[in-house]
Structure formats: structure tokens, C-alpha cells
């Protein structure tokens, strides 16, 4: 060391020569009796204060009542109010309200968090320029997958950042959670202490999904999305003579929308003819199988993936992840995997959406915010050729009257972090008017978020544009509540999935059976729950 | 003479950094692993005593086989890792035509983010469009990362392999060019063959560098996350799923807070005593 350097060191640190493995091991030292000494602290401290483990959890439970489901085969009358034409006077009134409205407000910027899914970008491409034109505030989207979406939303709730206005939701489970956490506000009661800032047309009741968002009579957030996942197929296949004819011929039945699994499956069978054509698609990579089973396990009668109110999975306990349906299920999900595709096993939902477009597929459940792509877009090889159906049930444990198809929705809520609330209420109402919701629909393949434009001859003449019956079987499943809820939010719904799908993958991967997957899935889930005092 | 607190004013800003970034955090993931703590259902924590630890260590199956499958992945790396090394850092220890421009190919995984990299494997493995699965159909080879979970292993390690292989081999062409001429020229003269001169005077000259970058390589592969996220997600099964993903999988899909910090807890002081055994054997080494 050099003489100056030495020097230096010696009077600066107590005239004691120091070296490199002594500071070393002095700050080892250090940094361990602190630690020790913070481990004989927080013990100390805890054990001698108040602080006690709830017994109880702090979740709260919604209970909601269902109107009792009815056949698939009845035919229900539903008064509903039919839309009333859009006139030239009515768009001109929400702009003319906003431009008035908007005033005060011009010059902020809101920012919002959404899932990357059709519609949003839809918003952001088409509604969000003309809304800063009109109003002069600006709006920054943030379109993201939506595992990264709850992730920034959770994290920005818990770090108070108010980084978004506007969180999207898409589940109730995480509704719940936002709202017990203090994250986002009451629209009813923002809309109730500024009703100047309600558009007098605006119609919130006319909204589908507007009783799904609502939790202890609280409004989250206004939706802007609604669409089920079908049962899709190639109707150019289906209609073939040929094509019938030879279907026929093998099975026995005319070729058509199957009604059962055992249905499915001969027509997977029958249209798998490698490498240009395969039977069947679905999503079972590892991060979006434990969807799959929980959106499908409806159609063999298993409600929310055998997961029960009393968060419970396992046949013993009340619940149903390991009962017979649920390993039939399992088995025929693991059996149909062969017709689909090569890659099938690591699918998402955005294969489904992109294998289909490639002409490839010839059957699939398809979530309704991928379809307007597949039915629309100029890279389609299946433009006018996709038509929709209710899915195929297994008759052995399905029973009239349960929901069997998924319905997805969101909306935006509004963070109660945010300093612009009143103009992220201008904003949603602007996204989800009458007028706007229009031309959701009609630019978008039929997503319909209005009761009032679903049930409107609107919706046929779109249905012909779009050469398929989507907003037909639409209506057919909200006037027989065929969607599946959630009804009820149940939070833990998020570590059942993540728990399950592991277990899923390795039946998959044919390291384990079904059964001994689902019997560990339910084994594992339910002591998981009991540590949360469940 | 007054004391002068200036070396300490100078050393304080690298003091506070560390303290906000790394001691802060881990206090606070300590903390934590001592509650009853999930984002979703149970947001109030709840002191827990050592009960995430015990939970952990006897009953967690899952984690303790990602534990395993994670030293089982770090030992192989590593010790592949240092033979793929050794041998290109002798080849770049020669000269030959197009040395730089070979070595500049070399290095050129090593300039690629680690989500890049995954992807790029990702699209190779890709059974429609793949190369790999195109090129092994040749040899007979069914290939198929998303349903054999052996092919997946595989495949995660020789992606992991390729991406820091050339790092190793750097370090050690460094060493390499460290040792002095003579004694290689000596032992030339000598008659020493290729083996001898391996075994009696590059290992040992080069033995501290090797158990550095074993180090290195060690820590470094037990946190791998990126390249494996994209390329398998943890599957088929839990094949790939070492402790990182397992990890980000109970902290961030599930949000148990309380028991990933736990569980992280243990990976970090896991990584620490294997790191300090090894830095032991160096000092040792050097002594």
C-alpha cells in the first residue's frame, strides 16, 4: 500500500491500520449480531405484545340471489326495451354535453391500465382521440396481459402511488379485493354527489354486465366489455356435402354442432387430417390450463372448477376437484389434445385466437373478444366462415339449468388514488354510451355490452354483416342465464388456480394420472386453505 | 489533531444506497416471512411466529423438489459450463485467422437480454416452425419441449449453456494469458504431453480463476428466471420450475407474501453459505 494511502488510513479511522479482511469481517459481524439481534427482537417484542392471528378471515362473502336457471330448450319472454335508433340530435348530444362538462377539467391527462384485448385497443384507437379532441384532456393507455394488468393495479392499490385513475377489472374476485382494500371508489356514489356529470342518456342499467360489477351494493367501475367463450367451427366444413356426407356415413349422424363431448370428439377425430387440418384447439400451457379447466369443468357439471363457497376442493371437504365428472373431464381434455395442433401444449389464449385465423382449426371454445379478429380481420383466412354455437355438455353429469358458458367482462374503475375522478367519469361514460356502445358492435363483430342493442334488429343486421349467429346465440344464453357468474366473489379463486395448474400440467405431461392429480390438487388446496383459516 | 470524518462523508453515499436498497428490503422481507400476509385474502398481517419457516422446510413438497431441481440444474451448468470454458478459452488462446471476429460471434449471447434469449429458444423449439425439432427429426427424435419433460431440462440447460458459456470462457482466456510463457515453454522442453501440462500446470496456475467463475456461474444459475419463463413457464409438469419461478409464482399469481418472503429468505441464505463454502475453498486455495 502506498505510504500516503497508509497515512490516510491511519488517521482517518482511528490511527488503527485496517485491512481489507478485517473491515471484511468486521462488517460480517456486524451484519450478523444485528441480525440475530433483530430476530431476538422481533420475537421478543411480538410474543410480549397484543398482536394475535385472526381466527377468522377477513374476506368478506357476497350473497347474491339467483334467479333459478330454466331448461336450455324453453322458451323464455323477456320484456326488454328496444333500442331507439341513433339519430344525428342524440350524437350530437354527448359531444355537446362533454365539450360543456369538460370545461374545467381541460388540460389534465388521465392515465389507464386495461388487458390487451380487442375492445380496448378498440377504445384506444377509435374513442380516446376524439374524447382529448372534444374535451381537451389527455388520455394515456396502458394495454398490458393480464397477469402484468393485476399485477400493477395490486401494487399500485398497496403502494397508495395513484399512478392509474382508471384499473381495469375483469373478475370479481379481484373487484372484491380492490374494494376491500380501500382501491377504488363507489361510482354510484361519484355519480350520486356530481350528478352533473351524469349524461342524462346514459342508461347505466342498460348495461349487461353492470350487476356483476356491483359488490354490497357498490358500483365498481362501468363496463365496457362483454362477450362469451363459444363453441366455434368452421361452418365451410360443416356445410360441405362432402364433407357431411362422409360424416355421416362413419358416425351415423348428421354433421352439425355437437350437442355432447362424445359429439366433440368425433368431429375432432373426423377433421384432423395433419399438417393442414386439425380437429380441436384449446389453451393448455402452464399459465392459462387452470382457465380452462375452471371456465369448461361448467359443461360436466362442475361449477367453478369443483371449487366451493366454503373454499374447499376435495370430494371429503364438500367440493368437487377430485370427483368422478372432474376426472372425466380431466381425461377427455387430456384425449382431445391429440387433434389438436403440434404446439398445442403450450397454447394460450392468443393461439386460440391465431391458429384459428391461420385456416388450420376446425373447432375450438373461442373466447368472443378473439372472434372479431377471426371473423374480421384481413389476415384471416376464415373471414365468412366461422359460425358460433352453444358448447357440447356431458349428458352423464350435466343437469339442465346449470350455466355452461363463460362470460367475460370488464370494466374500468376508478382509482381512489386518483386526482382527475370526475374526468375519468367523463371519460367512462363517453366509452359506454349508447352511441359509442353502437359502434362497439358494429366494428367489433358484435361485442355488445347493451341489453337495449342486443335485443334490437341492430344486432341481426349485424350478425349478416359478420355472415354468423353470434349475437343470436348471445341473446339465446342472457334470456336463459346460460353465462356462468362468478355470482359470488370469492377471492381465493386466484390460489386455487395458481395451485391447480402444477397439478394439471403433470397429468399432461403424463407424470401422473388425472386421478392423482386432481386428488394432490384437492389435498394441497384444502390445507391451503385451512392455513388461511378457512 | 481534530478527527476527520471526510473518508467517512465520501464513503456515505454508497452506505445510504446500500442501506435503501439492500438492507431496508431484506429487513422488511424478514418482517414479513414472520406474518400471515396475502395481498388478496388475508391483506392485515398476522404474526405467525417461525410457523412460514416450519411450513417450508417439513411440509412444502413443491418447493423443496424446486429446491433440488434447482442444485441439480446449478451443479450441471456449472460444471458443464466450466469444460465448455476451459475448452474454448484454449482454442482462443491460439492463433488463427479470424480470431476476432470468432470471438466477437463468441461473445455475442452474452450481449442478449435474458427475456431475449428465452424467446429466441422459444421460437427454435417451436414444433411447427423450429429448427430443433426440424433438425432432430432426422435422428429419429420425437421433439418436444411442452410435453417431455426430460427434452425440456435439457433444453433449459443447454439455452442456459449457450447464453453464459462464453463469460466463463473470457474469464478463463484471461487466466490463460496470465500464466507465464516460460513455464508452459519449459515444460515443453521437458516433454511434458497435452495431459501433464493440463493437469501439473494449468489447473493449478489457474485454479483461484476456475473457482471464482464456478462461483459466479453457481450463484448465477440458481436465480435463473427470464430464459426459463419464456421458453417452458416452469413446464411440462413442474419439470422446469426451479425455486425463482416457483417463487414468482407464490408472490406474484398468488400473492402470499407472508411465505414468499419466507421461502426467498431461505433461497438467499441457501445461495450465501453455498457461495461461502466455495469462497472458502479459494481462500484456502490461496493460502
Excluded at chain 2, 22 to 42: E, G, M, W
Excluded at chain 2, 64 to 72: D, K, P, V
Amino acid at each position: 500500500m502506498p505510504e500516503g494511502d497508509e497515512k490516510f488510513l491511519k488517521s482517518s479511522f482511528g490511527g488503527k491500520k485496517v485491512s481489507r479482511r478485517e473491515a471484511l469481517s468486521t462488517g460480517a459481524k456486524i451484519g450478523l449480531a444485528a441480525g440475530l439481534g433483530l430476530v431476538a427482537g422481533a420475537v421478543a417484542g411480538y410474543f410480549g405484545g397484543t398482536l394475535t392471528r385472526p381466527t377468522t378471515p377477513t374476506v368478506k362473502t357476497v350473497t347474491e340471489t339467483v334467479t333459478a336457471p330454466t331448461t336450455i330448450t324453453s322458451t323464455i319472454t323477456k320484456t326488454v326495451s328496444v333500442a331507439t335508433p341513433v339519430t344525428e340530435t342524440k350524437k350530437v348530444a354527448i359531444e355537446e354535453w362533454l365539450k360543456d362538462m369538460a370545461r374545467p377539467f381541460k388540460g389534465t391527462t388521465i392515465r389507464i391500465i386495461a388487458e390487451s384485448t380487442p375492445p380496448s385497443g378498440w377504445v384506444n384507437s377509435v374513442l380516446v382521440p376524439r374524447f382529448e379532441e372534444l374535451t381537451g384532456i389527455k388520455v394515456e393507455m396502458e394495454r398490458l396481459g393480464w397477469d402484468d394488468v393485476l399485477r400493477k393495479e395490486l401494487l399500485d392499490i398497496e403502494g397508495k402511488s395513484g399512478i392509474y385513475d382508471l384499473y381495469y377489472i375483469d373478475e370479481l374476485e379481484v373487484m372484491a379485493t380492490f374494494f376491500d382494500k380501500g382501491g377504488i371508489i363507489d361510482i354510484y356514489e361519484l355519480m350520486e354527489t356530481k350528478p352533473d356529470l351524469v349524461y342524462p342518456e346514459f342508461d347505466l342499467p342498460d348495461l349487461i354486465p353492470v350487476s356483476y360489477f356491483t359488490y354490497e351494493g357498490k358500483l365498481a367501475g362501468i363496463p365496457f366489455e362483454f362477450f362469451l367463450r363459444l363453441y366455434t367451427y368452421r361452418k365451410d366444413l360443416f356445410n360441405d356435402p362432402t364433407e357431411k356426407r362422409n360424416f355421416e356415413k362413419e358416425y351415423g349422424w348428421e354433421l352439425a354442432p355437437p350437442k355432447t363431448w362424445d359429439e366433440y370428439e368425433q368431429i375432432a377425430k373426423f377433421f384432423t387430417r395433419p399438417p393442414d387440418l386439425y380437429g380441436h384447439i384449446t389453451m393448455p400451457s402452464p399459465g392459462t390450463i387452470a382457465f380452462d379447466f375452471w371456465m369448461l369443468g361448467w359443461t360436466y357439471g362442475l361449477p367453478n372448477g369443483g371449487f366451493t363457497l366454503k373454499r374447499r376442493t376435495s370430494v371429503n371437504e364438500g367440493g368437487l376437484l377430485d370427483s368422478d365428472r372432474s376426472i372425466v373431464f380431466l381425461k377427455r381434455y387430456i384425449n382431445l389434445l391429440k387433434y389438436g395442433s403440434p404446439g398445442i401444449l403450450n397454447f394460450t389464449w392468443d393461439e386460440l385466437r391465431s391458429e384459428f385465423m391461420t385456416g388450420r382449426v376446425a373447432q375450438g371454445i373461442i373466447f368472443g373478444d378473439q372472434l372479431p379478429d377471426v371473423v374480421g380481420s384481413p389476415e384471416s383466412k376464415v373471414r365468412g366462415k366461422v359460425d358460433v354455437s352453444l358448447p357440447p355438455v356431458e349428458p352423464k353429469y350435466y343437469f339442465p339449468g346449470l350455466p355452461i358458458i363463460y362470460g367475460d367482462m370488464g370494466c374500468w374503475a376508478i382509482s381512489s388514488a386518483s386526482k382527475n375522478k370526475e374526468a375519468a367519469l367523463l371519460f367512462l361514460q363517453w366509452v359506454a354510451c349508447k352511441e359509442n356502445a353502437q359502434r362497439e358492435m358494429s366494428d367489433l363483430g358484435g361485442l355488445c355490452t347493451r341489453k337495449s342493442l342486443l335485443f334490437s334488429p341492430l344486432a341481426d343486421k349485424i350478425d349478416k354483416k359478420f355472415n354468423w349467429s353470434y349475437l343470436k346465440v348471445v341473446r339465446q344464453v342472457i334470456m336463459s342465464n346460460l353465462a356462468t357468474g362468478p355470482f359470488v366473489a370469492v377471492p381465493e379463486i386466484l390460489i386455487y388456480r395458481d395451485m391447480l395448474y402444477p397439478w394439471l400440467t403433470k397429468a399432461v405431461a403424463g407424470e401422473l394420472t388425472p386421478e392423482e392429480a386432481l386428488r394432490n390438487a384437492a389435498n394441497e388446496i384444502d390445507k391451503k386453505m385451512k392455513e388461511l383459516g378457512f | 489533531m481534530g478527527k476527520d470524518f471526510t473518508p467517512w462523508l465520501l464513503v456515505i453515499g454508497a452506505f445510504v444506497i446500500l442501506l435503501f436498497n439492500d438492507v431496508f428490503p431484506t429487513l422488511y422481507a424478514f418482517y414479513l416471512s414472520l406474518h400471515v400476509y396475502n395481498l388478496v385474502t388475508n391483506p392485515q398481517p398476522s404474526f405467525t411466529y417461525l410457523n412460514n419457516y416450519v411450513n417450508l422446510l417439513r411440509y412444502d413438497l413443491d418447493i423443496n423438489a424446486s429446491f433440488i431441481r434447482g442444485f441439480t440444474f446449478s451443479i450441471l451448468t456449472t460444471i458443464i459450463s466450466l469444460f465448455l470454458g476451459l475448452a474454448v478459452a484454449f482454442f482462443m488462446a491460439k492463433d488463427f485467422k479470424g480470431k476476432s471476429i470468432f470471438r466477437i460471434i463468441m461473445c455475442l449471447p452474452l450481449a442478449m437480454p435474458p427475456i431475449t434469449v428465452g424467446s429466441m429458444w422459444k421460437l427454435m423449439c417451436n414444433p411447427n416452425i423450429g429448427i430443433i425439432p426440424y433438425l432432430l427429426k432426422f435422428l429419429g427424435i420425437t421433439y418436444d419441449i411442452s410435453f417431455n419433460s426430460l427434452h425440456a431440462f435439457i433444453t433449459v440447460l443447454i439455452m442456459d449453456l449457450w447464453h453464459w458459456t462464453p463469460l466463463v470462457g473470457l474469464v478463463l482466456l484471461a487466466s490463460l494469458a496470465s500464466i507465464p510463457k516460460q513455464i508452459i515453454e519449459s515444460a515443453e522442453v521437458d516433454g511434458a504431453s497435452w495431459p501433464q501440462k493440463l493437469r501439473y500446470i494449468y489447473f493449478p496456475l489457474m485454479a483461484l480463476d476456475i473457482l471464482f467463475v464456478a462461483m459466479i456461474r453457481f450463484m448465477d444459475s440458481l436465480k435463473i428466471f427470464d430464459e426459463i419463463w419464456m421458453l417452458t413457464g416452469g413446464g411440462p409438469g413442474t419439470s422446469t420450475r426451479l425455486v425463482s419461478i416457483a417463487l414468482y409464482s407464490m408472490v406474484l399469481k398468488r400473492w402470499d407474501m407472508g411465505y414468499g418472503a419466507a421461502v426467498s429468505m431461505v433461497f438467499t441464505y441457501v445461495i450465501i453459505f453455498v457461495s461461502w463454502i466455495l469462497y472458502k475453498i479459494l481462500q484456502v486455495r490461496r493460502a
